[in-house]
């Protein structure tokens, strides 16, 4: 019961096969076992078509030679593009935090709003902050009038060393005259006695005074050392008032609102989000195997799925690739004065390369060979078929552009699919069938 569907498909087969690769031949045999016309009809179908007998080729084509469409293609020079998908970034974005504790004063901001640089942003409440400034001013001003003081001690000390000096040499002088009346009979031990007694304590005298000049000069240090933390302590209740009032570090759009009246901030506590959008940035990422393409100062331009399409030029190349996707990082800046780009915005980029020979062919002309390479069938002088290998550079309204064929080729663009290498076929070039 099963041999007549097994039939059935084996005569579709022979059909099929002689309609698409014998199909000459086949209709040949088909015309053959159809009963011919008297030769009246015969003379009467020569007479209505004589155009059509005309425009016949002359030649029938060989068997074993399949019929194609064709194109003569001449390589012509292009401006290559790299193209990449990223997104806007802001130029800058900066979370504007309080470095200080204390209870909001100031009427908050709502997102949106345009800041200029400098406008206040956050007031906090200054709290006791003021009297620890005052405090702080009174003790420098305090340590200050201490200094003619203690500058005037050391004078002082000094003129006591000198006078001790003066009189531990006096003292010496007596003791030495002493000495010598005494040796000559002049004088009693007990004099001598009281002369050297009196040097002994001229030299003490002596290191009293230094002492006291040391001392003079440690209180001018010591007062120093105070007026100096005096400073520190006015400088750093200043710097706690300054910091009250948070203001924006420049003129940008407000992305959050700012902090609440009455909120409580913390030292890290967030003020609000400012981001500069002029001018701002388009992001990409190039892959490894076309960064050497891509050069600083190149000429780019980027669609955005919503706004102006726009041009500028690769301000930075990243030296250095994602650890994750091995792609390096490419920033254009645009001038955005109207503050028409939107950050975050998807964009098709595309950056001008060096420019290279290529062929402009429709999209059903590439075809894959047997390992899956990407490529086009060619017609060789020997009219045979041959696979080529190509690169897609792009594609555009006319088609696409392709490198890695000779200046001039004929690209088979029907039937590349029923041709191998070194089969023979009629080509018939689309330039002349137009």
């Known amino acids: 019961m099963r041999i007549v569907p097994f039939i059935t498909a084996c005569l ?19 015309s053959d076992l ?4 008297d030769a009246a009809d015969t003379v009467e179908f020569t007479n209505v078509t004589p155009e059509r007998e005309a425009t016949e080729p002359a030649d029938s084509i060989e068997d074993g030679v399949i019929r194609v469409m064709a194109k003569r293609s001449v390589a012509q020079e292009i401006g290559t593009q790299v193209r990449l998908r990223g997104e806007t970034e802001a130029a800058r974005e900066v979370s504007v935090v309080s470095e200080v504790s204390g209870k909001i004063v100031s009427t908050p901001l709502r997102k949106g709003a345009f800041v200029q640089q400098g406008q206040l942003l956050c007031s906090v409440d200054p709290g006791t902050r003021q009297s620890s400034l005052a405090e702080a001013t009174a003790r420098l001003a305090e340590a200050k009038a201490r200094r003619p003081e203690v500058e005037a001690r050391i004078p002082e000390a000094k003129a006591r060393l000198a006078e001790a000096k003066a009189r531990l040499e006096e003292a010496r002088i007596n003791a030495t005259a002493a000495e010598r ?3 000559d009979g002049f004088a009693s031990q007990t004099r001598v006695a009281n002369t050297e007694a009196t040097v002994q304590s001229a030299q ?13 000069e440690a209180g001018l240090e010591s007062l120093q050392a105070s007026i100096e933390s005096a400073e520190a302590s006015v400088t750093r209740a200043q710097t706690e008032i300054d910091r009250l009032d948070i203001s924006a570090p420049f003129a940008g759009v407000l992305e959050t609102d700012t902090a609440e009246l009455g909120s409580l901030l913390q030292p890290g506590g967030l003020c609000a989000t400012v981001i500069q959008l002029d001018p701002i940035k388009v992001v990409g990422f190039v892959p490894e195997n076309e960064v050497n393409r891509v050069e600083v100062g190149a000429m780019a331009g980027a669609r955005l799925n919503e706004g102006p399409d726009v041009q500028a030029r690769v301000t ?10 091995r792609t390096f990082r490419v920033e254009l800046t645009v001038p955005n004065p109207e503050l028409a780009i939107r950050d975050g915005q998807t964009a098709e980029i595309l950056i001008q390369s060096q420019v290279v020979m290529a062929h402009v062919l429709a999209a059903s002309s590439l075809t894959l060979n047997d390992e899956g390479t990407l490529g086009v069938r060619t017609i060789d002088q020997d009219s045979m078929a041959q696979f080529m290998a190509v ?42 069938i137009q």
């Open 181 to 183: 009346l005494s040796q």
């Open 204 to 216: 003490t005298a002596i290191s009293t005074a230094e002492a006291g000049v040391k001392a003079a």
């Open 316 to 325: 930075f190349l990243s030296r250095s690739a994602d650890a994750t996707t």
């Open 34 to 37: 159809s009963p011919r016309e």
């Open 12 to 30: 579709v087969a022979v059909i099929l096969f002689g309609l698409v690769i014998e199909r000459d031949r086949f209709f040949s045999a088909v």
């Open 391 to 432: 690169n897609v550079l792009r594609d555009a309204p006319e088609g696409i552009y392709v490198t890695g064929l000779p200046d001039k080729v004929d690209v088979i663009t029907v039937g590349q699919e029923f041709v191998t290498d070194g089969v023979t076929v009629a080509p018939s070039f689309e330039e002349v």
